[in-house]
């Protein structure tokens, strides 16, 4: 799946795969965060971003995921320059998107755009952990809704990988606002008779698993990803209690009836395919 | 209806007003604007969740849902209503009571009064994103009417849940956020003490509401409790009569259609 050709295009490197994650651009090795063991980019980049040592699900960026998931060549991204405009002009925000932008090489939150998995045409994202560990505000809100759109005027399927602290604190209320926003826009998909996937990754937590990724057709989950409406810590402080070991992993929210499938990175594209095949809509079937 | 406000007041001090006990509760706004409510318990599912009342009645005649987070009378109906946080079974109260209004064209009216969705191990296992995100799509599909009315604390998505509505009203000193202003301080600056400066940067009064378009009107207070009831049922009754002249459609898509003009940017 992951061959010499995907190299070929620079942004899909594995150097740049890594952007802002787990090592500073263009290292051609990383510490696994979890065993501290080394690892070469490129030996990372064959175990679809899941150390060889221990198993950890590395974070994986937006572009990556692309590599990962869709086609060679078939992703057509769409609103690339979107971007917040703080609209609050909530201190210190400025220079926290600009951190952003230099560290995840993106503009926002979120990457958006239309693709093929295993030939089947679908509408695209990928949330951006390198950007703001992938919070929702404006941008990412209006993006994923005119994603909806563009998928409904062209009666495509979603497939959306979720990743997110949540709403972004530093546009307020307008974050807020962005959970009905999309809630809105995905119903209006959903009653079009379309089909809508999520892939929640870790984290999926706050504003965005309390609206669009809970409300997929299908909600798969990738091992050991954290998924939840309160953080654990904001719950230990809360309750005082201890949290319980696997508490919001994926593995929990499979057992509670929240999620439909784990998937691991193994095998996941055909997976998918698999599962978008099963939804082409009747008349273009 | 106006777009004046209360006096001049330090913002963390409407914070902390917004949070008294004092203040009117839902019930007694649900008592003074729709007097024959019926209350209805139970989320059909696993529990009744005292932090949400739902109920049946009339305002001006016409039939209506009434929604509401409760924060409670005293001190023991408080701590029964978990402070007015609801758990996920709270949300599939007003789930399965959005169901019901749209089945018989009901207009739901909603009162928010909470500081967040209850926040522990117990709705986290019962899935407390799931049961707010139903509640935002369910309430995205209705074709009947729905007005908001923010009455103390508006806290982030278990206030929404309650909130995606056609009209969205607040009283002139309550407040709507995205979290509360001693989270923003901890997550933004790692300190607490900061909660002043949060409390002015989140832009979370009734005004700043008015100036992002969040909401769609002030409701003043009155010179006693009994004229801001006034002023609330007001509202709430000129909202009804515009809106019960709209067809259910238009309603639907009016309703996305206002959220949707939220947060848009030009490239």
């Known amino acids: ?17 890594h952007r802002g994650l787990v090592q500073p651009a263009g290292l051609p090795e990383t510490a696994c965060p979890r065993c501290n063991r080394r690892v070469s980019s490129e030996q990372l980049a064959k175990a679809f971003w899941v150390c060889p040592h221990c198993g950890l699900y590395h974070k994986v960026s937006a572009r990556a995921r692309i590599a990962l998931t869709l086609d060679y060549n078939s992703f057509e991204e769409m609103d690339k320059d979107y971007a917040s405009q703080d609209p609050l002009r909530f ?27 295993d030939g089947i045409p679908c509408a695209f994202f990928a949330m951006e952990p390198g950007f703001m560990m992938g919070s929702m505000g404006t941008a990412v809100g209006e993006k994923i809704t005119r994603l909806f759109e563009h998928a409904l005027r062209h009666r495509l399927s979603v497939l959306g990988f979720t990743l997110s602290g949540g709403a972004r604190v530093q546009e307020g209320i307008l974050s807020l606002m962005q959970m009905a926003k999309v809630s809105g826009a995905v119903r209006e998909h959903s009653d079009a008779g379309l089909f809508y996937l999520a892939v929640l990754c870790d984290p999926t937590t706050g504003g965005v698993a309390a609206s669009f990724a809970m409300q997929a057709d299908i909600i798969l989950a990738e091992p050991g990803a954290l998924i939840g409406f309160a953080g654990p810590r904001v719950i230990e402080q809360t309750t005082r209690q201890k949290l319980p070991e696997g508490f919001q992993r994926a593995e929990f929210q499979l057992e509670h009836g929240f999620v439909n499938r784990i998937c691991p990175r193994e095998g996941q ?5 698999q599962l978008l095949r099963l939804h082409v809509p009747p008349e273009d079937a | 209806m106006s777009e004046q406000t209360a006096p001049v007041q330090n913002i963390y001090e409407r914070v902390q007003a917004s949070r008294r006990h004092d203040r009117p509760d839902a019930l007694q706004f649900i008592r003074a604007i729709v007097p024959d409510f019926i209350e209805l318990h139970g989320d059909r599912r696993f529990a009744d969740d005292a932090a949400i009342v739902a109920g049946l009645g009339t305002l001006s005649g016409q039939p209506v849902t009434v929604l509401a987070l409760e924060k409670g009378e005293n001190n023991a109906d408080r701590l029964r209503r978990n402070f007015g946080s609801a758990q996920p079974e709270g949300y599939r109260k007003t789930l399965y009571q959005l169901r019901q209004a749209e089945k018989f064209r009901r207009p739901v009216l909603c009162f928010v009064d909470t500081a967040g969705a209850a926040c522990g191990i117990g709705a986290e296992e019962r899935g407390q994103g799931s049961a707010i995100a139903e509640n935002l799509w369910e309430l995205m599909g209705l074709h009947v009417p729905v007005i908001s009315l923010i009455i103390g604390e508006g806290g982030s998505g278990g206030a929404l849940a309650l909130a995606t509505a056609n009209r969205v009203y607040m009283l002139d000193d309550a407040i709507y956020s995205v979290l509360s202003p001693e989270g923003a301080a901890s997550i933004i600056w790692k300190d607490a003490g900061r909660v002043q400066e949060a409390s002015e940067s989140l832009r979370l009064t009734a005004q700043d509401m008015l100036d992002l378009r969040v909401i769609d009107g002030i409701v003043p207070q009155g010179q006693s409790q009994a004229g801001t009831l006034d002023a609330a049922r007001a509202a709430m009754t000129r909202a009804l009569a515009q809106l019960k002249a709209i067809p259910p459609e238009r309603l639907r898509r009016e309703r996305y259609l206002r959220f949707r003009g939220l947060g848009v940017l030009i490239s």
């Open chain 1, 91 to 117: 201190p210190g925000y400025q220079d926290k998107l600009a951190q952003a932008r230099r560290q995840s090489g993106e503009q926002e939150g979120v990457v958006t755009g239309t693709g093929r998995v």
């Open chain 1, 269 to 273: 594209k055909s997976l998918i395919a």
């Open chain 1, 1 to 17: 799946m992951l061959n010499k050709k995907l190299f070929k295009n620079p942004n899909l490197a594995p150097e740049n795969l």
